[in-house]
């Protein structure tokens, strides 16, 4: 079975450089029904990375580029009068789809903002008197440009919270960069195969369920997420007062799940905290606010996750 997950990043790499760690993330959210944010400046293949993972699992993909005048139907649907028969009929959204790309989702407002973080969280969508179910799996990637400080909308603490993951992506390597561009000038980008069906997917989201997690590496996942909350207890009084409020349930939950879909990926039957220590900051540091002193000190989330994975004891 993990030879399929193979076949995908084989196909991905055919337009995609590098990246590893988008494409590892990007799966991991797919295969445990989640979502995620990706953060990163113009022109690091955020779009064609989902694009060409659409293609080898042979799934829909649809992209919305969020803007300051989109509107809920715009990403959803309406209900349109139809003057010809005298009643309404349903047009449906760019949502109906597998794979939604949300293009730069923090320059919509908060209207457009909650329609679509709804609909990840209840799979379904009503247009006036009728509800729809998504067909699964139905997976939105969302894309935030940091660049950009005018005419943007933060999402708020509780409205991240609902992508299983938050990804920064930086730039290329040099070698990759180098290669990246002798690609696109001669245009012999490869084309891209669906290498894994519907049912293949299925039968992966199972087996990833019955992944061993042993009960002490559950029990410390639950001390990583305790410590965001309670740092005093475990003799991190220093990021203390950096913190105004630690990570929700949700990650409990979430990395579970996620670290599940990692071990496996790694052709592993079982969890181990080297799989937890890869994927820890893609799923808190969204999910941890920090107070105005560690913004005024310039103290990432990131730093506040690396000190708990250092303090907490490893099983």
């Known amino acids: 079975m993990i030879s399929k997950i193979e076949l995908i990043k084989k196909e991905v ?12 993330s990007l799966l991991i959210a797919l295969l445990c029904d989640g979502h995620i944010l990706i953060e990163g400046v113009p022109g690091l293949a955020k779009t064609t990375t989902v694009n060409a993972l659409s293609q080898s699992l042979g799934l829909n993909f649809k992209r ?31 949502i109906f789809t597998n794979l939604l790309l949300a293009d730069e989702i923090n320059r919509a407002p908060a209207k457009v903002q909650s329609a679509l973080l709804e609909v990840m969280q209840e799979k379904q969508i009503t247009l006036g008197d009728t509800t729809f179910k998504l067909d699964p799996p139905f997976f939105v990637m969302a894309t935030q440009n940091p660049v950009e400080q005018e005419g943007v909308y933060q999402l708020p603490e509780a409205q991240l919270d609902r992508f299983m993951l ?18 696109i000038s001669k245009g012999n ?28 590496v559950e029990k410390y996942i639950i001390e990583l997420v305790n410590a965001t909350r309670n740092p005093n207890e475990y003799g991190l009084e220093e990021i203390n007062d950096y913190i105004q409020f630690g990570a929700s349930p949700r990650v409990s939950i979430d ?35 920090l107070t105005y002193e560690a913004e005024a000190k310039a103290i990432t989330t990131d730093e506040i996750i690396q000190k708990v994975l250092e303090t907490v004891a490893i099983p």
């Open 166 to 183: 938050k990804l920064v992506v930086d730039y290329n390597t040099k070698s990759e960069e180098l290669e990246i561009a002798r690609r």
């Open 13 to 24: 790499s055919k337009v995609v450089v590098g990246q590893e760690k988008m494409i590892d």
């Open 64 to 94: 919305v580029q969020f803007t300051p005048d989109l509107l809920p139907s715009d990403i959803l649907g309406a209900e349109i009068y139809d003057p010809k028969n005298n009643n309404f009929k349903i047009k449906k959204g760019p």
């Open 189 to 216: 980008l490869e084309k891209i195969e669906a290498v894994v069906t519907h049912n293949d997917l299925e039968n992966i989201k199972q087996v990833i369920k019955d992944i061993h997690i042993d009960e002490e």
């Open 255 to 289: 990395m579970f799940k996620a670290v599940k879909a990692m071990a496996f990926m790694r052709n592993k039957d079982f969890v181990t905290p080297v799989d937890i220590a890869y994927i820890a900051k893609e799923l808190m540091r969204h999910r941890i606010v």
